[in-house]
Structures are given as C-alpha cells and as structure tokens.
C-alpha cells in the first residue's frame, strides 16, 4: 500500500459504515459505505413473466413493418432460393440470444416455416473493431446446436474481401460494409438496446454502424470532431452526430428488420421491439430512457461505480467511468470497481500506446494531437478521448481504478490511481478478495482526503455501473 493512502486508512474512523454489494463478473464482493452515502439505482421492472410467448408476440406483430412472412414473400423469389443475413451481436453485449427465453430460435423458426433452407441462412457477428469472436464464445451467445448446425461468420473491418462500397454519407464519410449483409436477400439486425456514451442509445442502427462496416467508416463515426459535440453522450439522439451518421448508413443499406431487446438491471428480460428499423428501435429507447434514467438534485464529491457485465477490460470501462461524471463534483473522485475477464485486460496494443499518450500529454494535449492535420487516425483514438473528458473533470489522481486483474507494472502505464496503491501488502493474490480489499481502502482513503477539510464529503454508489444514467436534475448531461 502507498504510505500516504496507509496513513490515512489506519487513522479513519469507519464505525457505522453499511455493507453493500457491488457487482463483480459472475458473482458480487462487499464494500462498506459511510454513513449518508446515497444508493443510485435503476427503476425496478419485473421481467417478462412469458418471455418466449412476447417474443414470438413481438415477431408475429412487428412495429412498422409488416410480419417477416410477408416480407419474405414479397421478395418476389421462392423462399428456398432466398439468402438471409442475421447481424447480431458480440460477447460484449448480455442479448438474450440462446434458449427457450431468447430471440434466435423462435426467429429462426420463421425462417424454416417460410421454406427459407438452414444453409441459406448466415449469422454475421457485429464485431466492429473487436477482435473476432472465439468458438467457445459462439456457443455461449447462440448455444450448441445454433453454433453447430448455422454459418457464423465474424465481420472484420480490415478485411477488403469481405466489404463493399455502397456510398458516401451527406458528411462525406465513404461507406464500406460488410458484403455477406448487404448482397442479402433478407437483412436482419437484432441487439439489446441500452444507454451509450457516445451514441446516446445502442442497437438499432448501431448494428450495422459501427458493428458491419470498414475501420475508414468506424473511423468518421469515431471522430475527434464527432465525439467532440456536447450531443454525443448517453440518451441524446437529437443533434448527436454519433448517432445521425449510423442512422443514414443503416438506412442505406436497407434493413428489412430488425429485432431489439430491453434488460432491467439484473439482465432479466423486459422488452421485445421487432420491425422497422427506426420505428420498432424508437418504442425501445423509450422504454429504457424509462429504466436507466436517474435523477439527482446535486453532484457528489465520491461516486463509486463498476464495469458491469460490459466491463471486459480497461477499453470497455470507460463507459462506467463517463456515466458517473454528471453526478461527480469537480475534482472529485469516482471509485471503479473492475473485473477484467478478457485475453489482455487493458485492449489492443494500440489503445494501450494511446492511454500512455493522454497520461504524458493530459486532455487538452491528447485532444490537440489528435486536432492537428498531420496527426494520423488510429485505432482506438477514440476511447482515450473519453477517458481524457473524465481527467479534465476531476484530475488523473481523481481516478481511483480498483482492479487485480491488471498487472501492476501495466496498471502504471494507464491514467489514474492504481488498485494496487490500495492493497494491503498481506494480500497479493489478483482475485475477488483483493479487489475487494482495494475498493474498500479507495473509499476510506477518498473520504478521509486532507481536502475536504473538516467537513465530511458526499458519496453516491451507482448501483448498476455502466448501465445507469444519473443525471442531475433529470437531465442527461
């Protein structure tokens, strides 16, 4: 343990602090909370009672398009000789997929019924620009026989064989995109729709854009500039320059359908939304404005969070860390409690170079270097730019990242204060516990702070992580 954070923990008084807990990967470690901390939490929806009675519901009577037998029909070929393309999602996303209760099976019955033939169907994995999907992780999203009996290819937005170019945006962005979606007879998307911190909602449209196109395209929708506008944050789509070019890319290549489901905050089953691409996406974003929405009156000097299931690495937390800045007093502190279960917890090599980059130059020089004319696109640019929105609020030592899944000596090279500063020297093993024993000491250490003085600071717990919205006022920030 630093010997600061240890003269600071050893002298706090804890007496009277509540246990809650905190959701980490597949099972949860408790935390200790000061008394008159305030618990942010998601509206409680109960789950669908039937939820494969609502999707086959949902899918018989679409919102704005007509049923997808009629759809197939009006093709103006034998259902056998016509080629469906299902995008779907990736491992990152928790869409209820496999099983009695998921989407696939009851969609692709329909399929079958209509004389559509199983070979004739492909289930093209919107990877954007994750890396591909393992044979393990196929058979964990779409179960056994789905995986064993259907083709399932991974998009890879490197890949020129595999794109096609169909047109340029009104902004000029060139679009090339996946040619086994496009050249389909029947295009399909399906996703969960969830709150998005750049794109103000996923699903939708999102999964064609960025999901099915080249890394060129991904690069405009990423945008220095883009992603720059106030609007291109969590639950704003009017004016959000995110989501208006995914939206006309995906209006592009014409989607005949698509299928899109809502969680509440134990990833249960609440929505079904199939049909028209924008129509059937709009009754789901209203639903989940509903459920992750939450308004507070004030900002908070702490605010502990988690990555959520979303939280495979240090790339994909940022989403926790950017939902708790409009509820983060500046040059506060926020808590992330983390649980990296992915091949390289941090991401790829070059999101890695550029975290080390926004470390040496801070927001304003990362933002300036990526601002300049000779400055080169790069993969992942994009996400060390909303880290850089969370340090210009509180400050590197205003991140307190509480992980053991990340190495030590890697954890140094990232923004932010290491986990590892908080860990008894007695604990060393990279599990729950020592997790645990780091978000524990980040608490006490950040409550205790020399900065608050005499007065004692206010604290938030976002319950659900990334997943929820707190917005002062009611208003999204």
């Known amino acids: 343990m630093r010997p600061d954070i240890a003269d600071i923990v050893r002298g706090a008084d804890i007496g009277g602090w509540r246990p809650v807990e905190i959701e980490h990967g597949d099972r949860t470690i408790e935390v200790l909370l000061p008394p008159g901390a305030e618990t942010l939490g998601m509206r409680e929806f109960a789950p669908l009672a039937r939820p494969g009675d609502e999707i086959r519901r949902s899918l018989e009577a679409p919102i704005g398009t007509p049923p997808l037998p009629k759809i197939i029909e009006a093709k103006g070929k034998p259902a056998g000789k016509l080629s469906v393309c299902i995008a779907t999602s990736d491992i990152t996303r928790p869409v209820p ?67 096609t170019y169909i047109g340029r945006t009104r902004s000029g962005t060139e679009i090339h995109i996946n040619r086994h979606f496009i050249e389909a007879d029947v295009k399909i998307a399906t ?7 750049m794109a103000g909602v996923s699903a939708g449209r999102k999964a064609i854009c960025p999901a099915l196109v080249s890394r060129k395209t991904i690069e405009r929708f990423h945008s220095t500039q883009f992603l720059s506008s106030p609007n291109a944050t969590n639950l704003v789509l009017e004016g959000n320059p995110c989501h208006e070019e995914s939206l006309e890319i995906a209006r592009k290549t014409g989607v005949d359908f698509i299928v899109n489901t809502v969680l ?15 129509q059937s996406h709009a009754k789901a974003v209203e639903l989940v404005r509903r459920v992750v929405a939450i308004p507070v009156e004030r900002e908070y000097d702490i605010v502990l969070t988690h990555g959520g299931y979303v939280g495979i690495n240090h790339y994909q937390n940022a989403k926790a860390a950017c939902n708790a800045l409009p509820v983060v007093r500046k040059g506060g502190f926020v808590i992330l409690a983390a649980c990296e279960r992915d091949e390289d917890p941090i991401g790829p090599a070059t999101y890695k170079t550029l975290l080390q980059l926004l470390k040496l130059q801070g927001p304003d020089g990362y933002l300036a270097a990526l601002l300049n004319p000779a400055w080169k696109f790069t993969r992942d640019q994009w996400e060390p730019q909303m880290w850089g929105k969370v340090i210009s609020k509180i400050g590197e030592e205003g991140i307190l990242y509480c992980t053991a899944f990340i190495p ?26 020592a997790t645990q024993a780091m978000v524990r000491n980040a608490l006490v250490y950040a409550c205790h702070h020399p900065k608050w003085g005499d007065r004692k600071p206010s604290v938030a717990f976002i319950v659900e992580g990334p997943y929820a919205i707190p917005c002062v006022q009611g208003r999204p920030s």
């Open 97 to 163: 997929y496999k099983g009695e209760s998921g989407i696939l099976d009851p969609l692709l019955r329909i399929l079958h019924d209509c004389g559509v033939p199983r070979e004739n169907v492909t289930l093209l994995v919107g990877t954007g620009t994750h890396r591909p999907s393992t044979a393990q992780e196929k058979v964990a999203m779409f179960g056994e026989r789905v995986a064993a009996e259907f083709r399932i290819i991974d998009h890879v937005c490197d890949d020129e064989s595999m794109l």
């Open 191 to 197: 996703g969960l729709v969830e709150s998005h911190f």
């Open 264 to 278: 509440n905050r134990r990833l249960e089953l609440i929505g079904v939304f199939s049909g028209d691409l924008e």
């Open 408 to 433: 030590e000596e890697e954890q140094r090279l990232v923004p932010g204060t290491a986990g590892w500063d908080f860990l008894p020297d007695r604990i060393l093993a990279r599990d729950a516990e």
